[in-house]
């Protein structure tokens, strides 16, 4: 699904203008962006958590060559699903 497809259906639920749900959606992402940024997390009940995860240092190869490249360590997102999630879409 694409963004423009998100937002369609987020106004068909909520009955707000196509403009005014891309600027929730826009705000949303944005503020998880920061959120995460400053090494902090996000919880929404029923769906998950939105943290980062450190990623250490590793040795890598390239596949047409196979030299050996260092791979820095990294801050990466990391989504946990809920409980309830879960469920849903084994149900599905």
């Known amino acids: 699904m694409q963004k423009r497809e998100f937002i369609d259906r987020i106004s068909a ?3 707000l203008m196509k403009k005014d749900s891309e600027r929730i959606m826009d705000a949303l992402f944005e503020t998880l962006q920061e959120i995460l940024s400053e090494g902090g997390w996000l919880m929404v009940n029923g769906f998950g958590t939105f943290e980062t995860k450190e990623r ?3 040795v890598g190869h390239k596949p047409r060559t196979g030299e050996t490249v260092e791979i820095p360590a990294a801050t990466v997102p ?3 699903p809920s409980q ?3 469920d849903k ?3 599905k």
């Open 56 to 58: 250490a240092a590793r």
């Open 78 to 80: 990391v989504f946990k």
């Open 13 to 15: 639920k909520t009955g």
């Open 89 to 91: 879409l084994k149900r």
């Open 84 to 86: 309830a999630l879960k």
